[in-house]
């Protein structure tokens, strides 16, 4: 029969196989946050379309053509978040967690975003993002890249990545070199391709972006925002690449990676990798010092990074970094008369004793034959057998399934557990 229904393009299943793998990266996410003494926020999956429009920015590719945007039935716009930052500062500034206090948040969960879907790319997402308020230094600039970096060497990927860093400057010295770009940029409009040129007149710094190769040898030649930085956004930046090289963090500068988003200044920061082909960049990020005013809250100094779970997974599983999980560590089997009724009391009671291992009990009936076949199937480190003898004389049966020798002993439930102990420990 043919499906009717599918889910929605670009928008994925994680079934059991891809759940196993997910979890083991978010707890390594989770430790390593908790590790730098960062603390969990969760905000909703939809926000008023405005903050959005007002946060990100009305020219950017994410307001303008990739929003989820719907009326609620109170006729209310609202929008599937597309990222994690502007909900985390709305959240800050209405639960006041950050009037003259410093946070360490992040969060983790479903972005949206109406892209077109190939590897590495999706329209519903995942991100682990990190958001530091209340700190203006490059010191903690410095930190959060030290973080991503310590996620990557805890996954043992450290040399799969690569860091790009630039700065923007404050927002005045942005201001003057987006004007002296737009000039060189007309004085070459003709050879330019068409979004740069659009994008010459709505936001100019996004065409430093351009993959199309005439634009990119026009670039070559253009002004560099670098020489219209003061002395306080230089220092700035070279103490951030001081205690990056000192902590032995490398990097590429890069005067062209200006991010997607409105919101930063200064550092601007991504990490890319060649496996992935062209969806590449797994994180990125910067400081936003404007954007709690821009909101409404007092100007806070701010800076955060985003990183994408399923660009993450899939360089994880290309460099066979993920242990395929076991479905059951003990597969409890029985027969005979009685079985059903002994082998549920008996996994309540192991389940109780081995509070951490993962024990399933056959449902179904069958003779063992088909019993050992399923413990098989499901990886199992060994069976737990209550046949006619054991119920009778209150023993188990314990066979070895890992073992070649297919080890197999009946012993009184003490002695057993100690042997399901010891199994599961090595
Ligand atoms: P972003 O660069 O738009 O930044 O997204 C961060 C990461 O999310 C990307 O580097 C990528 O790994 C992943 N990502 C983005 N779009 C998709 C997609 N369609 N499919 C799969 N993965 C995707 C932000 O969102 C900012 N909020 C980051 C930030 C936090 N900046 C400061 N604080």
């Known amino acids: 029969m043919a499906l009717t229904v599918q889910a929605v393009r670009g928008m994925n299943d994680l079934l059991p196989a891809?759940?196993?793998?997910?979890?083991?990266?978010?707890?390594?996410?989770?430790?390593?946050?908790?590790?730098?003494?960062?603390?969990?926020?969760r905000m909703p999956l939809l926000e008023k379309t405005n903050l959005f429009s007002r946060a990100i920015g009305e020219v950017t590719d994410v307001v303008e053509k990739e929003m989820y945007t719907f009326e609620d039935r109170s006729?209310?716009?609202?929008?599937?978040?597309?990222?994690?930052?502007?909900?985390?500062v709305r959240a800050c500034l209405e639960h006041n967690l950050i009037y003259n206090q410093e946070q360490r948040l992040w969060y983790m969960g479903p972005m949206f975003r109406h892209e077109r879907p190939q590897k590495g790319r999706y329209?519903?997402?995942?991100?682990?993002?990190?958001?530091?308020?209340g700190l203006n230094g490059p010191d903690i600039d410095a930190e959060i890249i030290l973080l991503s970096h310590a996620l990557w060497q805890r996954f043992g990927i450290a040399d799969q990545l690569s860091l790009q860093l630039n700065t923007l400057g404050s927002n005045a010295e942005r201001l003057k070199y987006r004007e002296s770009l737009v000039k060189y940029l007309e004085q070459?409009?003709?050879?330019?391709?068409?979004?740069?040129?659009?994008?010459?007149?709505?936001?100019?710094?996004?065409?430093?972006?351009?993959?199309?190769?005439?634009?990119?040898?026009?670039?070559?030649?253009?002004?560099?925002?670098?020489?219209?930085?003061?002395?306080?956004?230089?220092?700035?930046?070279?103490?951030?690449?001081?205690?990056?090289?000192?902590?032995?963090?490398?990097?590429?500068?890069?005067?062209?990676?200006v991010r997607g988003l409105d919101y930063y200044n200064l550092t601007v920061f991504e990490w890319v990798t060649d496996a992935l082909g062209a969806q590449g960049t797994v994180c990125g990020g910067g400081r936003y010092d404007g954007l709690v005013e821009q909101l409404g809250g007092a100007p806070t100094p701010a800076v955060g990074f985003g990183l994408g779970l399923e660009r993450l997974v899939l360089l994880l599983s290309a460099l066979d970094k993920l242990k395929d999980r076991r479905l059951a560590d003990i597969y409890l089997m029985g027969a005979g008369e009685g079985a059903a009724v002994a082998q549920a009391q008996l996994a309540l009671k192991l389940r109780k004793d081995l509070p951490h291992a993962k024990i399933m009990n056959h449902c179904g009936g069958g003779n063992f034959k088909k019993q050992f076949r399923r413990a098989d199937k499901l990886q199992a480190r060994a069976a737990v057998v209550l046949g006619e003898s054991e119920i009778k004389n209150g023993t188990l049966t314990i066979k070895d399934l890992q073992n070649q020798e297919g080890l197999q002993q009946t012993l009184p439930y003490g002695q057993a557990l100690d042997l399901l102990k010891a199994m599961l420990q090595a």
Not at 123 to 133: C, T
Not at 241 to 252: A, I, M, N, P, T
Request: negative net charge.
């Open 188 to 257: 070459h409009f003709a050879d330019l391709d068409e979004d740069s040129k659009r994008r010459t007149y709505t936001n100019p710094l996004r065409v430093l972006d351009s993959k199309d190769e005439k634009t990119a040898e026009i670039l070559k030649e253009s002004p560099k925002l670098t020489d219209f930085l003061g002395a306080e956004s230089r220092a700035h930046f070279d103490g951030l690449c001081d205690l990056l090289s000192k902590c032995g963090v490398s990097f590429e500068l890069n005067s062209r990676l």
């Open 123 to 133: 329209r519903q997402f995942h991100q682990l993002g990190v958001e530091v308020f």
């Open 18 to 41: 891809d759940t196993a793998r997910w979890q083991q990266v978010e707890q390594v996410l989770r430790e390593t946050v908790a590790s730098f003494g960062y603390s969990e926020v």
């Open 75 to 88: 006729g209310e716009s609202l929008s599937l978040r597309p990222e994690g930052t502007a909900g985390c």
